[in-house]
């Protein structure tokens, strides 16, 4: 699959040497051949992958700065801070073992953007690629300590206090799925004066579960919380962009609560210090919870098409200071601006200590929402006329917007329809103040498509 999220296939299948050949040096090319940062997530195939890619680069001409088993916004911050032409993180995001991919970032540490991508895909196009000769080959070289770097940044924001998240002595049970976050993740919670209960942090890439972190994948978790008599639990994905939050009880909070969590702590602290007017950037589909929040402390809340890129663009075009997608990826841009399940660990973990209460208690705090989440295989074709059908039939009683897939805003709910950017399916997403309403439109809506 070719999409704004890069590419990603089934190892040996349709995601071959040859495809990755392919757009490696194609990616070179894109990048004027200039240095590139190569990081992987820790799966079992992204060993032989990241080798392919930075032999390819080297014969490229490109210097690579090989980043090991990082997450991937270790890889972006690695670009933005060591001024290379662009970086490679060797992912398949949560999809499942036999799946791997490659991301593309820009200079700025952000992914590329469409018109980037077209560019780019332009280049893969072609029918052959130029390769250097024996004496201008590109260097390589190991820069394995990055995770240091990532770290610190976190820890030097201003909104965190280490000493008061060490003062609460939290007892934190984390599962980062064998993945790149089980290195550092652990390392930035003991740094925090956490207790860490460890589940899946051994880096082997042998996903102990179906890897995307949402609730029916995190069942273990949350008995371990409960088992450990801990105060939460933490989740991430394999690229360790995404976090999802366990409370005391062993209770997910939603991963829409990550982000929502999030922004109302960022968004006090800048009201505390007399900091005002600020904006919130959330893509289409996440949580009308952030416009509540954006409201209480005045601030303006800005929707994007789904897609860490669009959300990130918007950020830094209008200087939002929080930012995300209710996938539990948190953007705060004083670190970088892409998504960062660590930025959000440590912000959260800052929230909780401050309010001492616990978990739960923290949540009750933020406006209460119910999210359902569906999806329809997408066969042949494109969807655009049954979307255009539907906007049709609401758009004399709601809100259209047809900036990505189609969201219908009613009264009391909402529902985003998007065709998948990593998956053959369609989306359908549904959101009200209550579960069994949000259900009823997702039900009602895949009806209404497979009709």
Excluded at 170 to 184: E, F, Q, T
Excluded at 263 to 279: P, S
Aim: with cysteine.
């Amino acid at each position: 699959m070719i999409s704004i999220s890069g590419i990603r296939g089934i190892v040996g299948s349709s995601l071959t040497p040859e495809v990755i050949i392919k757009y490696a040096s194609s990616y070179a090319e894109y990048c004027n051949r200039g240095p590139i940062a190569i990081g992987r997530d820790g799966r079992v195939t992204g060993r032989s992958i990241a080798h392919l890619v930075a032999s390819t680069l080297v014969q490229m001409g490109s210097d690579v700065t090989a980043l090991g088993i990082v997450p991937t916004p270790t890889v972006a911050l690695a670009v933005e801070k060591l001024h290379l032409a662009g970086g490679i993180s060797v992912t398949a995001s949560h999809n499942p073992m036999v799946w791997n991919g490659l991301k593309f970032l820009a200079p700025s540490g952000l992914f590329l953007d469409a018109d980037e991508n077209r560019a780019f895909w332009t280049i893969a196009d072609r029918p052959s690629r130029s390769y250097v000769s024996w004496d201008h080959q590109g260097r390589h070289s190991a820069h394995t300590q990055f995770l240091d770097a990532h770290l610190q940044a976190i820890l030097d924001l201003p909104y965190i206090r280490p000493s008061d998240i060490r003062a609460r002595r939290l007892k934190v049970v984390l599962d980062c799925v064998n993945a790149s976050g089980g290195m550092i993740v652990p390392q930035l919670l003991r740094e925090l004066g956490c207790t860490v209960v460890e589940m899946n942090c051994d880096v082997s890439g042998i996903f102990a579960h179906t890897p995307e972190p949402v609730p029916e994948n995190l069942g273990d978790l949350a008995q371990r919380v409960r088992d450990e008599h801990a105060d939460l639990g933490l989740a991430v994905d394999p690229d360790a962009d995404r976090l999802v939050v366990i409370d005391e009880r062993g209770i997910p909070i939603g991963e829409e609560y990550t982000i929502a969590t999030v922004v109302e702590f960022v968004l006090r602290k800048e009201w505390e210090a007399g900091r005002r007017d600020h904006t919130v950037v959330v893509n289409l589909s996440t949580t009308r919870a952030v416009d509540d929040i954006a409201k209480r402390y005045g601030a303006t809340c800005l929707r994007t098409p789904v897609g860490e890129i669009n959300v990130a663009k918007k950020i830094k075009e209008v200087g939002a200071v929080v930012g995300g997608e209710g996938s539990g990826g948190v953007i705060v841009p004083a670190v970088h601006t892409g998504r960062d399940a660590m930025v959000g660990a440590g912000l959260l973990l800052q929230s909780l200590a401050e309010s001492g209460g616990t978990m739960s208690a923290l949540k009750s705090t933020l406006p209460q929402y119910a999210i359902t989440k569906g999806k329809v295989e997408r066969t042949q074709g494109s969807p655009d006329g049954i979307f255009q059908r539907l906007a049709d039939e609401y758009s004399a009683t709601s809100r259209i917007t047809k900036d990505d897939g189609l969201k219908i805003d009613l009264a009391d709910a909402w529902v985003h329809l998007r065709t998948s950017n990593t998956e053959p399916i369609i989306r359908i997403i549904a959101e009200a103040p209550e579960k069994s309403r949000a259900d009823e439109l997702v039900k009602t809506f895949t009806q209404k498509i497979a009709k």
